[in-house]
């Protein structure tokens, strides 16, 4: 396999006729076992496993008795939208959560299964490579760097090309949006948003949704925001672009969409659940496709996914699990405490090396940041000099993570 260095993308337009999935480097996670590969963590400590995002708060109570209830709709086949009691429990939860005034389930609403299909097959309904070559370029898709991986293999895929938006310290990790020449806009079809954002934790503020909004406008560009880490932040709760867009008075979500998800906010990322919501015009289109792949969510799945909506209780509880753990953490460690999502993005001096030390030293798994990135036109990848660790298994186990992260010697 090629270096990752030499099939990353440059935000220089790639005339390579290499296949799109080959210019795709190894899913994070995989070159995390790569690096592992023939190293044991340290015997004499439990191991802390803070590698991956996944939420392990215990299954909320409505779970069981409601699949217990509907356990007959697995003899239907579901349809690919999803019914309408889950559709209006989301368009209810968005009004609720958001203020919004209305939010149609038939026309503005899609259910998803989680949102990792439908980040990455959104790109495949609203780029389109065959026009824009007519024009003489292909699109770009823009998206934040380091980034949730999906949204890098969605452009290749679809025919675009990737614009990675550097998130620093400098602007709190916000992509700078001022900082983007006026070609590169002019040639954008979609802009991925993360907020609360995986790895930094950054929260798009309505300033800056705003801001987005207006270029959208002038330079003709759909707006996806993932905002599956919406229900877990420190003080503030996230704006979503929706809240913006109709604070602006934009018509119908005019080219916005969001994807949000069971899979944090509920602690449910096996029950593989999600919504798309925002502008009915997007929501045909990406139906249409959907029509065609199909990701449908089982009926009895869907009764659960409508009664997580529909309560905040557990949410609430999660929340203060991540806050006390984020607290634990910070404590021992010292730093500031991320706006939002559970995890930290800590500065080291050389993130795959510490990762590896981290591992042999300290048995604890965390993610090289610049896994995260990657490089841009001149060599630099954001994501390196960080590495990412989840607070998913409660205070205690945050503050030992800490405990043990601060005596790692690389
Ligand atoms: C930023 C971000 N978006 C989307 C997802 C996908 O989650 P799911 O498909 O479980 O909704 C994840 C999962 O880790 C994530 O971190």
Redesign the pocket.
Known sequence: MLPVALISPSNVKNKSMQPRLDRLGAYPFERLKALFDGSQPNPDMAHIDAG???PRLPLPGFVAPTLQQHLAGFSKYPSTVGGMELRTAIANWLVHRYGLSSVNPATQVLS??????S?FAIAHALVNPEAEKQSGCEPYVMMPNPM?Q?YLGAAYTAGAEPYLMACNSDTGFAPDLGSIPDKVWAETALVYV?SP??PTGWIADEAWYGELLALADKYDFFIVS?E??SEIYWTDKPTGLLQVAEKLGREGFSRCLV?N????RSAL?GL?S?LIAGDAALIKRFSKLRSYTGPATPLPLQHIAAAAWSDETHVQAHLEVYRQSLKAFFDIYGGEIPAGSFFVWLPVEADEAFALAAYQQQAVTVLPGSYLGTADANGINPGSGYIRAALIDGPEAAAELARRLKEVRV
């Not at 998803?112 to 299909?117: H, I, K, M, V, Y």
């Open positions: 991956a995002g996944e998803a299964n989680g949102t990792r299909e980040l949730y999906i993360c954002s995986n993932d599956c880490y994807m998800s069971l899979s944090k990322p593989r999600g």
